[in-house]
């Protein structure tokens, strides 16, 4: 197959990675980049957190701000923002200007839509979060539908503004598809320390009554309809690709949030990591594997993720199961603990930091190399986690 023309389709952070990372290792051929929103792209995390702290707090007041550096003019790329990819068909896609753009590679790296129910707004660009600042910054009353990650960071933002916040939580605490009961217990005390009504076991139908405001933060799915009905996907719209990250369409890749990759780590299943860390290595190893041709890099990273929340950094890395065991370091009512998963082997699978970032260093380690633990040695919060390795 000739290599003269790559398209990467999606202004996010995979996408301007991939463009990166082609011109970096000397891809000398045509590379057009398309982009729905009319923006370079930008960092998505400071969304839910600096651009909504507002009001002098580290006030963010352009997107540009949030820019990744990267002359694209100077690096011969054709950024096409503004546009949407709306058809595919082998070799070409087609955007909703009418153009077809011929590639020889696709790169899909189109990450994920807000899970929408019928009302309120929801947060995933530069200008939902600037509605949304001006909502919070009001000194009115919001409502946030869902206790996750997002829902968490804007309850944040709107208590340090002195805005009135009810949480509305379909579940019986915030995570729970995630974290065990008593980590989840954990957080929802951290919601009532800083004044906000966190509501559990209340799934809402419709705009919660009494908010002159409402975000829902219940989630986000890839929206890959434009691809049609050639690719493999999984349920929840992301394209399943291989280790090398590529699509069952040859020549057609997916990276970031919208694809779901084999995971040779964890058994062969497919992954979808919506997290920032994903988005900057997937490119890393898919770049490879574009230009060199399908294995020459495997994508097999042990995922990673942050949040900050109710002046608190948690941190998460690795992959744990209900399989595996909990171990704590330190007390989940104080304001820094960590909490451990060793698998039936005593292998660490995964850690959950909060304001432990030394744990968290040394756990994204030990998880990588498949250490065996000693899980007395790792309950001791005050010895260093790889002081508990056999
Ligand atoms: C508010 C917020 C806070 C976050 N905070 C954290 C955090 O603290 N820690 C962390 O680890 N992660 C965080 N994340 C997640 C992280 O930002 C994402 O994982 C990352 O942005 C994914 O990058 P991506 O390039 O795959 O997708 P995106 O950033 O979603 O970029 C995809 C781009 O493609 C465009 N697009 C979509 N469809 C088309 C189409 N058909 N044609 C053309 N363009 C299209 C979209 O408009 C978008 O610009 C946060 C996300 C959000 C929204």
Redesign the pocket.
Known sequence: MKLERVLV?????????TVRSLREKGFPGAVTF????Q?A?Y???????AVLAGNGRGTVEKVEELAFAFDFADSGVECRFG????GWTPGVVT??TGVELPYDRLIV??????IQLGFGET???YE??VRLRERITGGRRIAIVGAG??GA??ATAARNAGTEVVIHEARSRPLALVFPAAVGEAMAGWYAEAGADLKCSDPVTGPPPGADHTLVAVG?R???R?LGEAFHRAKDGSLLVSEHLETNVPGVFA?????AYRSVRYGGRHIR???????LR?PQALVPNVLEGVGAAVYDPVP?????QFGRMVQYVGHHTSADRMVLRGDLAAPTWSVCWLDPHARLTAVLAVGRPRDLAQGRRLVTAGAVMDAARVADAAAALTAAVL
């Open positions: 389709v999606g202004g996010g952070m995979a996408g301007l990675h398309l982009g729905e929103e923006h792209p960092d998505r995390p400071p969304l839910s957190k546009e949407r990819a709306v955007t909703d790296a189109t990450g994920s839509t807000p947060l995933r660009t939902d979060s990650w997002i960071e804007v986000a890839p929206d890959t434009w990276v970031g949030d919208v694809a990591v919506e997290h920032w860390d994903n988005a997937g990673y993720f942050w949040s900050e």
